[in-house]
């Protein structure tokens, strides 16, 4: 069900119908790219006979092959995402699947470093490293056994502690419950340096973003950095690297342009669809999530994308087709995020959080990229 199943109630609303319609067109899960096509120009044509009785058909015909157009070039991008997975198999050692670093944790925020850490580990990393303030350590330690925390980020000696740990890591995640202390910051700064002399890519987000918008040079044309910010944090972004939030009428364009202005990083813009760009393409996650807006789930997202960026980038070309490996990472992982979100909501509805979510990562992961 799950790869079908994707942006449709915004149409269903638009037209003043139930969430049956389009949504009623799901695929079964896997099923593949072909499949998906067929169900892609199926859902236009259902879109078409639709639409053509109601006054404003011709909008909403762009829309909805807008649309069409969405979900096929997503298909398209999951069918490799697939190809990226690590098979398991009795021939690895530990950490060889991914070892993966957060950079947050402080004292008024604890759940954003353990959501993405742990994220990290239940998408299939091995090992989940959070880098946090002495006094946010022992509470995340309390919350899982399964991360290793580390209690250095403000301390003096922060950088070189953290930097001994960089060769062994395959990815770093910036920002997540960070707070906004100019030493915490000033510490990030060193730490983001010092991961981009060793080559390891960086996912930003939260007050990493912050940081990024007082310093956009920091990541400037680092290719291996991708930016993750929310509505509010992409605003800042732009007025701080364009001179200019936009006017929000068309996202596709606002994106490819701040991901051009700061060297063709890759960013990915949450909300209603999450809206992915690396300066040069522009794709779209219109899977289907809830409308449930509980804190948490941006952290969830950075801590799976941490891991699929590793695997994505570790696959090689002959693996990603061509595609840029940080695209169809942040696609994987934006899916996987808005997955679990439906998934979680079916069970709990309004009471759906974070962590409800992060139990349903497993059975979302399988019923998108492995049946
Ligand atoms: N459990 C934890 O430990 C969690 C900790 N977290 C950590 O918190 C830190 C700060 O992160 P942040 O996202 O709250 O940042 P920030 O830029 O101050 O935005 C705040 C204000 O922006 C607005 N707003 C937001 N979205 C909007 C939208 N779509 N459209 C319009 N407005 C929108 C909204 O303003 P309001 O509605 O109040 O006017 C909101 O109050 C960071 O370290 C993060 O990791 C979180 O990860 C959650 C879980
Ligand atoms: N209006 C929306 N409809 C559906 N999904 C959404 C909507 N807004 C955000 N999302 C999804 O929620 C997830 C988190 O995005 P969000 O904008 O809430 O991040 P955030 O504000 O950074 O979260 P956090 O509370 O962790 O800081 C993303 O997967 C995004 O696709
Ligand atoms: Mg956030």
Redesign the pocket.
């Known amino acids: 069900m799950a790869v079908g199943r994707v942006w449709a109630a915004a149409g269903a609303r638009r037209r003043g119908k139930s969430d049956t319609g389009l949504a009623g067109m799901a695929l079964p899960a896997g099923s593949g790219a072909p499949l998906a096509g067929a169900a892609a120009v199926a859902l236009l044509s259902a879109a078409l006979v639709l639409y053509a009785r109601s006054p404003d058909a011709v909008l909403q015909r762009a829309f909805s092959l807008h649309k069409a157009h969405s979900i096929m070039d997503m298909e398209n991008k999951l069918q490799l995402v697939r190809n990226i997975i690590p098979p398991l198999t009795s021939q690895k050692h530990k950490g060889q699947d991914g070892r993966i670093g957060v950079v ?1 944790g402080c004292q ?8 993405a850490a742990i994220s990290a580990l239940k998408v299939g990393a091995d090992l989940s490293h959070v880098f946090c303030t002495r006094e946010a350590a022992p509470v995340i330690k309390s919350y899982s056994p399964e991360l290793i925390v580390h209690p250095v980020l403000d301390s003096p000696s922060a950088v070189r502690d953290v930097e001994e740990w960089l060769p062994r890591l395959h990815a770093l995640v910036v ?5 906004r202390d100019d030493t915490l910051l000033e510490n990030v700064k060193g730490i983001l340096e010092a991961s981009k002399a060793r080559d390891i890519p960086v996912v930003i ?3 990493g973003l ?1 940081l990024i918008a007082r310093h956009p040079a920091l990541i400037q044309g680092y290719r291996k950095a991708v930016l993750t910010p ?4 992409f605003g ?1 972004l732009s007025e701080a690297v364009l001179r200019d939030p936009g006017d929000g009428s068309d996202h596709r364009e606002a994106v490819r342009r701040l991901s051009r202005a700061l060297g063709n990083v890759t960013v990915v813009q949450k ?1 209603e669809r999450d809206v992915i760009s690396d300066g040069e393409q522009v794709l779209e996650c219109v899977q289907e999530g809830s409308g449930r ?1 509980c ?2 789930q ?2 969830l997202l950075s801590g799976a994308l941490g891991v699929l960026v590793h695997w994505a980038l570790r696959a090689g070309p002959e693996k990603t087709n061509g595609s840029s490996p940080l695209l169809l990472a942040a696609m994987g992982a934006c899916s996987l995020t808005r997955q679990c979100s439906w998934q979680a909501f079916q069970k709990h509805g309004r009471s759906t959080t ?1 962590t409800d979510m992060i139990a349903e990562v497993g059975p979302a992961f399988r019923s998108l990229f492995e049946t």
């Open positions: 947050g008024e925020y604890t759940g954003a470093p353990y959501f920002g997540p419950g960070l707070g987000d939260a007050d912050w929310n509505h509010v944090e800042r909300g807006r804190g948490g941006g952290d974070t």
